[in-house]
């Protein structure tokens, strides 16, 4: 018995001895490792632009104390697009293109992923995942993301106004043209009767266009690869107003137009300005006389004369109270097209009686018309008076020449009495410009004084001698006939 205790005291001490002497590890007993419930990471998006040759790494930032640590990350083409085929790794990155990211994860000591570990991807889905059962590694592929497109802010763009006429079974497309480099393009296009009429109910598609008649279109923009419509885009519709718009979920740039009334163009006018006579009395506006030719599309409205300076008849751009005689007057006015009619910018003026100085067409569809300054014919009595009193008084061979001089109601500083003539002329008359017609009258008194002064020249003093000599002997000829037919009838 006591033989037995010793051995079993004896073994026992051994084995403390042995266990003593064995590293310490091979005492513990492992612990089963800590499942990973979830997973979450942050991709830093990548700048748009840079060039690339092989594999393009992807920042992921996981959050802190995270149970895993992440082993590679890399960026691929998630369509078929610029940058390179799908799946493969972009050579660049394209605004508004699409990229996902395949990543692989490594559990910390302690833990494991599981089959039912959730994977979360900020800003985008998992599409796969992948558990190696041997290095218990996670393999992640995510979804696509679309990198920030460019922003379209500004759009314009021109509404070609259907011709009149035509006949149409299916919808209408509206013709649009865009300017060069735009960013975007025309999906689509449609017109629509703008209310109940002889083209067909409001809303529907016109079977044809008349002139008189309002219609409206609707069009649809999209946005260039790497490019999107901003959220307030700034929109220049030509030849037409927008009535409503909006960019869709979609990203198509929607625009519907106001109703639009189609007319014949009118692309040249003609009409008639008469030039009033000088004289008459007025105290307000002045109408002017301006009529359409016939057959012409248009009105004519608010006609008045204006001075075209400061003179007798008042200030300049005022209505005048007179027409003086070379006086220079203005006149305004208005063309209004008939219904079913518009002017086209750059329209042509016919104006008979007057050269135009502008034409301008107005927001309204109407054209003003102001015509260039016009002087008004006729003289006073007293600027013909004074010129004709020069004219007469004028006794040299030049002073046809001294008298035109003083018509203009200028002092040529001579000697002689026509241009003293010529002064006092023109301060009786008043004015320093006399009119065209006193110069003509003084012109032709100077003209027939000069005729009855001039020397008569060689040839027509040899005229003279020559019919002196002629018919005294043409008188002896005939006295000589006569004499030898009396003599002949007394011998008989």
Known sequence: MKRRLSFFFAAFFAAMVILSSLPHGLLKVKAAPTPIVSVFVSPELPAVGGSYSGPVPASLAPAVDSPF??????????????????????????PGGLYFIEFVLRPKDGYEFTSSTAITVEGTTVEAKSLDSISGELLVSTGNFQLKSEEISDVSAKLDIPGIGGYWSVTVPADVQLPD??????????????????????????????????????????????YAFSSDPSIDLENASIETWEVLPSGYLYIKTKPITLTWKISIVFMTLTVPSAGGAYAGVVKADVKPDKDEHFTIKDAYWYNAEDQESGEEDDPPRTFSPGGKYYAQFTLVPEEGYSFIYGTSIGLEGAEYDSAILQEDGTIIIITEPITIPGSSSGSSESSNTSGSESSKTDSGEKSGESSSGESSGGESSGSESSGNSSQNSGSSQESSAGTESSAQGNQGDTKS?????PLSNIMVILLAVMIPLLIAVIVIIIVLISKNKTRR
């Open 453 to 457: 002064n001039t020397p008569a020249s």
């Open 181 to 226: 480099g735009a960013r975007y393009s025309l999906y689509d296009s449609y017109w629509f009767n703008a209310k109940d009429q002889a083209s067909g109910t409001e809303g529907s598609s016109p079977t044809v266009f008349d002139a008189g008649l309002s219609y409206y279109a609707v069009l649809y923009f999209a946005a260039d690869s790497g």
């Open 69 to 94: 640590t992440i082993i590679s990350a890399y960026w691929f083409n998630g369509t078929n697009q610029d940058s390179g085929g799908i799946g493969l790794a972009p050579s660049t990155f394209l």
